[in-house]
């Protein structure tokens, strides 16, 4: 029986439980290196798990456990070769490859050579498990996190789970501009998969970053082309629209009518962030554009959005198993509160894995009902979302969430950007006092003295920190700040005071949100986006 997205919560849950437990026996068990060890050490019976209190008793997986061997979580049935302790494919499965070889369309002879049936079975089995493709995200670690997809993850489950873009309002004769550089990231790879797996994609256009395509080109090539659609990074996209308002203004282009809806990812979308980007689009010649945000990372190998602005991004229950836990005592939450979330993988070849700690602390908490705007039940999280334990900080004693900085700039009258650095106020002595530097571009025709205080005024409120220093400088110079570090996604707030005192340390910054991350391999993929 398939999967129904108008069952309640409850059916759905059951039925998502039901076909986890069996994905546990008869392929988890058998087949993944990290967890069949895992299970014989703790005493784990996968045949004997019929409850949530039952499967609760796999440990949770955080992300150090996964870089400690990312090929141990790989599904993979044992050949002469294989390095762990995991089963041959059974005999059963071998017949199923078997009877399918003779009806697969794509085991047909290839430029008049034939096949033997032996060739065709083998086919169809590495149609399941041989590994055709990867993604990887940065980290911050330095240790990049890869996902496994096999052929069968791609058309079957990559399909499904992304043909909840239609719910977002896409059509299939929408055109898409791709606004993320070319790297291998889930962000980059999500709009490709979905032209490719999804029953008549539409057409993308995926302009692979600035390194490739420099920005003013990119806005003169979607002027001549014409676009419905636009992924991006918040950021990015910020600095893409200002360039095509100037370009405009200095009638290098017409404007860009006709862009309907923006899918953003990979950082904080406040509100004073999605009045800037509509009116930049107004502008252009786009009014009432909406504005959706999406989440995913690398680890989970697809992307989940939202069917309309702020209606909660829409989850997968077919796929993936979703818990959200206390952050502290990791025990589940109610619905609606606040919680980590946490995941496990159903159905899935590959990469595998198992209630996988996510990090990211769901502020706004998960409902799983019946969404009022597309009517599908599904479980929803709403922003704001932070890193459990990376966006909060101490400031002058006080603790303060770092995206509180952002939410109370963005909003202020006459500021174009900015940039908050905490350091201190003796570089060369870690136990000085702290200080907070904001960078600032102010708008044409915004007068400095009176910026300088509405600036610190609002930090003061929003955070309870006052800074200690407001530096203004040109758009171009403060552009090179935000994007200095990857050249990807605005750094908004850069905390200096954990480098070390040694030559050559690195900046420790943090990551807005988890969403799509990065390293230090970036530095060589630096878009030039600026």
Known sequence: MSFGYHWNREDQRRWAEERLFRYLRDYVDRFHPHYRRLFRE????????????????????????????????????????????????????????????????????????????????????????????????????????????????????????????????????????????????????????????????????????????????????????????????????????????????????????????????????????????????????????????????TEMKAGFFECGEKTGVHLNPEFYYWEMLDPETREPVQWGDPGVLVFSHIGWRGTVLLRYWTGDLIQGGMVWEKCPSCGLTLPRIFTPIVRAEKDFTKVKGARVPLLEFQRALHGVEGLESFQVVLGKEDEGDALSRDKVTVYACAEPGAEEAALRERIVNSVRMGTEISPDEVVFMDSKALEARLFERTGLKADWVVDRREVSLTAGAAVTEPDPEGQVEETEDDEAEKSDQR
């Not at 400690?68 to 599904?75: I, P, R």
């Not at 032996?118 to 498990?129: D, G, H, I, L, P």
């Open 42 to 297: 703790r005493g784990i019976d996968a045949d004997r798990i019929y409850t949530y209190d039952d499967f609760r008793k796999i440990p949770i997986t955080t992300k150090q456990d996964f870089l400690t061997d990312q090929k141990a979580f790989v599904l993979q049935p044992r050949q002469d070769d294989t390095p762990y302790d995991v089963e041959p494919l059974p005999a059963g499965k071998k017949l199923a490859y078997a009877a399918r070889a003779f009806t697969a369309r794509y085991l047909r002879d290839v430029y008049g050579k034939p096949r033997s049936f032996r060739e065709k079975v083998a086919q169809t089995a590495m149609y399941e498990w041989l590994p055709a493709h990867f993604n990887f995200s940065g980290g911050t670690t330095g240790m990049p996190a890869s996902a496994v997809f096999t052929t069968y993850d791609l058309r079957e489950n990559v399909r499904k789970v992304h043909g909840m873009l239609y719910e977002t309002g896409w059509e299939m004769d929408m055109r898409t501009l791709n606004l993320f550089p070319a790297v291998p990231h889930l962000a980059f790879f999500a709009p490709i998969t979905v032209a490719f797996t999804v029953d008549t994609g539409g057409a993308v256009l995926h302009t692979c970053g600035g390194k490739a395509i420099p920005t003013e080109r990119q806005v003169i090539i979607a002027s001549i082309m014409g676009f419905q659609m636009i992924t991006s990074l918040p950021s990015y996209l910020l600095y893409w629209l200002k360039t095509a308002v100037e370009l405009k203004e200095k009638g290098w282009i017409q404007g860009l009518p006709g862009i309907r809806q923006v899918i953003a990812g990979a950082e904080p979308m406040t509100d004073e962030y999605r009045r800037r980007i509509k009116g930049y689009l107004e502008e252009l010649g786009s009014p009432g554009v909406r504005i959706m945000e999406v989440y995913g990372m």
